[in-house]
């Protein structure tokens, strides 16, 4: 009678708990009373707009045959992204391992002893027992739950990082192959315009001869010509770099790239009034902060949760001669049952300051996610005005050569017959011309890389 009303309080005490608590059950949803944090999770209800630039395919956006021969080896060979996978190999261990925690523990514990007592004819008596033990903790308040979700978080939170890694990689490499393509363009004509100014000191020596220019201009035609030669230095350094980069993703030994100095991205049509949040939606740092604040709200749950019962059954039963003080031979089998349930009362504020840390936690993770979603907007934004910015760069620096170009022949031309102008215009206008034209390549690199960047803060590079 007393066992049955252990029972039945039992019972009632797990009942009472278990009305209490029914929020310990329920799953993470994004918070709807902040209008930033409603807003997405409306747009992850909503399907992926397909066209939208940052949800292409890299194939699509990257079509150079050998830039996509690049990032599909750097893609299989990069030391991070392998870890990033390698990562996401533990993430699922440690899910399987919270999945196989609703199963019971069996262990297995044979033993065995003998004694021999100092009496005449005493001999060696032998004991021994052959138990398997079962303990089952009955997930009762979702303490298994909220760890098993937990680490499912973890596992999507390392799949959102894996897919970082990925963007990340496809842009460097294209970002670099780009360099490389622009640093060959710049080298190539700063070698064609040290061969122009090479024949030019010749000329201004023959015009010294003539008397048609003073020594100085001799001497000015020449420290130009020496600068130049000075910046191929600067380029040749800069492409080895851009090279061992390009090396260092694909994770091979330092070599020389063949990368044609004319391979340019192209111009796409990207033209839109605003962000959608959809698209922001996509990006894998978005994503991660997103499964870092439910993790955040499974590690409040579970610190709620032990506040309440825990409910066990456990099972032995296996073989043995020893029954009480009396030996048996041949031994006798045996099972033991057993229920515990064990209400945590007082455990010197352990539990209570866990809950408190727990929450501030959780209400850290939101305010990160807030910011990571802020700070997505602020950056697609600054990119597109960038972008669009280097258009009209680029065609004003191509205006701006076109007509550099006129001056300096012109300027060449009334030197060499009409003498109507001097040496300084004539270096001026070399000098000026040159300088445009490697503005003009710079500006190319930086739309290209722009480009890729716009395309990685949009989530691309799946």
Same mark, same amino acid.
């Given at each position: /009678?007393?066992?049955?009303?252990?029972?039945?309080?039992?019972a009632?005490?797990?009942?009472?708990?278990?009305?209490?608590?029914?929020?310990i059950?329920?799953?993470? $949803?994004?918070?709807q009373?902040?209008?930033?944090?409603?807003?997405?999770?409306? @747009?992850?209800?909503?399907?992926?707009?397909?066209?939208?630039?940052?949800?292409?395919?890299?194939? &699509?956006?990257?079509t150079?045959?050998?830039?996509?021969?690049?990032?599909?080896?750097?893609?299989?060979?990069?030391?991070?992204?392998?870890?990033?996978?390698?990562?996401?190999?533990?993430?699922?261990?440690?899910?399987?391992?919270?999945?196989?925690?609703?199963l019971?523990?069996?262990?297995? =514990?044979?033993?065995?002893?003998?004694?021999?007592?100092? #009496?005449?004819?005493?001999? /060696?008596?032998?004991?021994?027992?052959?138990?398997?033990?079962?303990?089952?903790?009955?997930?009762?308040?979702?303490?298994?739950?909220?760890?098993?979700?937990?680490a499912?978080?973890?596992?999507? /939170?390392?799949?959102?990082y894996?897919?970082?890694?990925?963007? &990340?990689?496809? *842009?460097? #490499?294209?970002?670099?192959?780009?360099?490389?393509?622009?640093?060959e363009?710049?080298?190539n004509?700063?070698?064609?315009?040290?061969?122009?100014?090479?024949?030019?000191?010749?000329t201004?020596?023959?015009?010294?001869? @003539?008397?048609?220019?003073?020594?100085?201009?001799v001497?000015?035609?020449? @420290?130009?010509?020496?600068?130049? +030669?000075?910046?191929?230095?600067?380029?040749? !350094?800069?492409?080895?770099?851009?090279?061992?980069?390009?090396?260092?993703?694909?994770?091979?030994?330092?070599?020389?790239?063949?990368?044609?100095?004319?391979?340019?991205?192209?111009?796409?049509?990207?033209?839109?009034?605003?962000?959608?949040?959809?698209?922001?939606? /996509?990006?894998?740092? #978005?994503?991660?902060?997103?499964?870092?604040?439910?993790?955040?709200?499974?590690?409040?749950?579970?610190?709620?949760?032990?506040?309440?019962?825990?409910? !066990?059954?456990?099972?032995? *039963?296996?073989?043995?001669?020893?029954? *009480?003080?009396?030996?048996?031979?041949? *031994?006798?089998?045996?099972?033991?049952?057993?229920?515990?349930?064990?209400?945590?009362?007082?455990?010197?504020? %352990? =539990?209570?300051?866990?809950?408190?840390?727990?929450? %501030?936690?959780?209400?850290?993770?939101?305010?990160?996610f807030?910011?990571?979603?802020?700070?997505?907007?602020?950056?697609?934004n600054?990119?597109?005005?960038?972008?669009?910015?280097?258009?009209?760069?680029?065609?004003?620096?191509?205006?701006?050569t $076109?007509?550099?170009?006129?001056? %300096?022949?012109? !300027?060449?031309?009334?030197?060499?017959?009409?003498?109507?102008? !001097?040496?300084?215009?004539?270096?001026?206008?070399?000098?000026?011309?040159?300088? @445009?034209?490697?503005?003009?390549?710079?500006?190319?690199?930086?739309?290209?890389?722009?480009?890729?960047?716009?395309?990685?803060? +949009?989530?691309?590079?799946?």
């Amino acid at each position: /009678m007393k066992l049955k009303n252990i029972i039945v309080a039992a019972a009632a005490l797990v009942l009472i708990s278990s009305l209490s608590a029914c929020h310990i059950y329920n799953k993470f $949803e994004m918070p709807q009373d902040d209008p930033q944090t409603k807003e997405y999770a409306e @747009a992850l209800k909503s399907a992926p707009d397909s066209t939208a630039f940052g949800n292409l395919k890299w194939q &699509q956006v990257f079509t150079d045959p050998v830039l996509v021969d690049l990032i599909n080896r750097a893609l299989t060979q990069n030391v991070d992204l392998d870890n990033a996978r390698l990562n996401v190999e533990v993430a699922k261990a440690n899910l399987l391992g919270a999945k196989l925690s609703y199963l019971p523990a069996v262990a297995l =514990n044979p033993n065995g002893a003998g004694a021999k007592y100092k #009496v005449p004819g005493s001999e /060696m008596t032998w004991t021994y027992q052959i138990p398997l033990a079962i303990s089952w903790e009955i997930d009762v308040f979702a303490k298994t739950l909220n760890r098993k979700r937990a680490a499912q978080a973890a596992l999507d /939170m390392q799949l959102d990082y894996q897919q970082a890694v990925r963007s &990340q990689i496809i *842009g460097a #490499v294209a970002s670099c192959y780009y360099s490389i393509a622009v640093l060959e363009s710049q080298l190539n004509l700063s070698r064609q315009t040290a061969e122009i100014w090479k024949q030019s000191v010749q000329t201004m020596r023959d015009f010294k001869e @003539a008397g048609r220019v003073t020594e100085a201009a001799v001497v000015q035609s020449e @420290a130009q010509y020496y600068q130049i +030669l000075a910046q191929i230095t600067d380029l040749e !350094t800069g492409l080895d770099k851009a090279n061992n980069s390009m090396s260092l993703l694909l994770n091979v030994q330092p070599q020389t790239w063949t990368i044609s100095p004319d391979a340019r991205l192209g111009n796409p049509q990207i033209l839109r009034d605003g962000i959608p949040m959809r698209e922001l939606a /996509m990006r894998p740092d #978005v994503r991660v902060a997103e499964q870092r604040l439910a993790a955040a709200y499974y590690a409040t749950n579970s610190a709620r949760a032990n506040f309440y019962p825990s409910l !066990t059954i456990s099972s032995n *039963g296996g073989f043995t001669n020893l029954l *009480g003080s009396m030996i048996s031979n041949p *031994g006798k089998w045996f099972i033991q049952l057993a229920g515990q349930l064990s209400a945590p009362l007082f455990s010197r504020g %352990a =539990n209570i300051a866990n809950l408190k840390g727990a929450k %501030a936690q959780q209400e850290q993770a939101l305010n990160n996610f807030k910011y990571t979603l802020l700070s997505a907007a602020t950056e697609v934004n600054d990119y597109l005005t960038a972008y669009s910015n280097l258009n009209r760069k680029q065609d004003l620096l191509k205006m701006q050569t $076109e007509k550099l170009a006129q001056a %300096a022949d012109m !300027t060449n031309l009334l030197l060499a017959y009409d003498g109507r102008t !001097t040496y300084l215009e004539v270096l001026t206008a070399q000098s000026s011309l040159l300088s @445009a034209q490697m503005s003009a390549l710079n500006t190319e690199l930086q739309r290209d890389q722009t480009i890729i960047s716009l395309y990685q803060s +949009l989530g691309g590079g799946r």
